[in-house]
């Protein structure tokens, strides 16, 4: 899973321009993945988004409430009950989860007929984070689950 996703952000920071700023070696230590499943009804959500918008040329409405932030938020304040001092490393999480976020939507989330409506939606001094929604973010789960889960 972890070298699926390294792999990710190998190619992300290439199409960003940037080579990938690390020299170590990574270990992947199998009992420390995470498993991120994604239920066959959000599949099909996905299924249901890719259809409606390259054939259909539905768009989402801008801006989503809750967006990705608010989400993040949510979910974190749950974490924090529930678990109390791992809430730290929570946090981080959803700091580097909604970093990522900003940094692939324009380059790895939009389809083709979406690119115009971001740049308006988007301009220079507000982060997709903001704008978007649970659709955007189902999309980045959707292409971190490794190519073992894809079914």
Do not use: W
Not at 25 to 54: C, G, S
Not at 122 to 145: K, Q, W
């Amino acid at each position: 899973m972890i070298g699926s996703c390294l792999k990710c952000f190998e190619h992300a920071m290439r199409r960003l321009g940037e080579a990938p700023r690390y020299e170590e070696k990574i270990v992947v230590v199998p009992d420390k993945l995470v498993n991120i499943q994604i239920p066959p009804t959000l599949r099909k959500q996905l299924v249901d988004d890719f259809e409606f918008i390259t054939h259909l040329g539905k768009l989402v409405k801008l801006p989503r409430t809750p967006n990705v932030n608010d989400i993040f938020k949510t979910y974190f304040d749950y974490r924090l009950k529930k678990s109390g001092p791992i809430a730290d490393s929570v946090e981080e999480i959803m700091k580097g989860l909604c970093c990522y976020f900003d940094k692939a939507l324009p380059t790895m989330l939009l389809y083709n007929n979406e690119r115009l409506q971001y740049q308006e939606a988007c301009p220079n001094d507000i982060v997709p984070s903001d704008i978007y929604g649970a659709e955007h973010l189902l999309r980045l789960f959707g292409m971190l689950i490794s190519p073992s889960q894809k079914r």
